[in-house]
């Protein structure tokens, strides 16, 4: 079920800016109101999030205060992963807070932004703030850029896809 | 509906032992098995948490990736509190995330520890770590302590009440 484009995609840039936060830069071949559509819609989300997996999206409510919850069944077994919106300005800017059910009350904070490029081209950044620097080390150790590769090259083919 | 026994009550002892962290620490006179029932059970919670105010807890699930919610009803107005439990152990600690609905996704970790002093009486020491030095200092000034020493001052009276 993996993504036959991971492999000709372009990897995202993954950084770590200070100890506790991880920087990921990545550039779409699409407009922002689109990738932002792709990105908080649930019936596109379901389409990339879980790189082939199957994806339960119980609950997505992309405005402030509001509640998300994924389950994603996939080879590796069943993953939860949840959070809440802190902010959500369309089309630019979600800061949220990321959790797996593997390591519950360790929360994340990601700040997503969406750059206009100017080009019909959209540049996706998130910086995620950990509260220590071993759960950061923790995530950036866990094969988080391949799952997030092959996101990404799984979001590359909805935004081809989907209406201008 | 304040607590007439605040003011007699001892006072918590807060300190900020790094510059994203608040600690409280109390000592309570009921041994450590009955503090830890006054702080699990929904029904004595409700006693206690809200210093005199309604409480609904919609959710308290002390058992580690359990959930609670607790909504409190008071002079200020409705105010949502959440979180989840990373760690339960009986009768001695507690890691969970503090959430309030008025800053949704700014999220604290407490560690919170039941020290049984041997005499029949607890300490509470619990120390919050924040995503930042500014959401710190942000709790700092909202008033925190005298609400907690209101609710803790509610929690010797539910320990009076309590068979041992």
New interface residues.
Partial sequence: MSTPMTKSSPKAKVTTPTDREIRIERVFAAPRDRVWRAMTDPALIAQWWGRGNKLVIEKFEPT???HWRIVEDGPEGVNGFE?????VTPPERI???F?W?G?????I?EHVTLEDLGDGRTRIVNVS?F??TEERDGMLNSGMEVGLNESYAALDEVLARMDA
Avoid: C, N, S
Avoid at 83 to 87: D, M, V, Y
Avoid at 103 to 107: E, F, R
């Fill in positions: 402030r205060g509001g959070g809440r919106f802190r902010e800061v949220q807070t959790e059910d390591m519950p009350g360790h929360v904070i703030l509260h220590t």
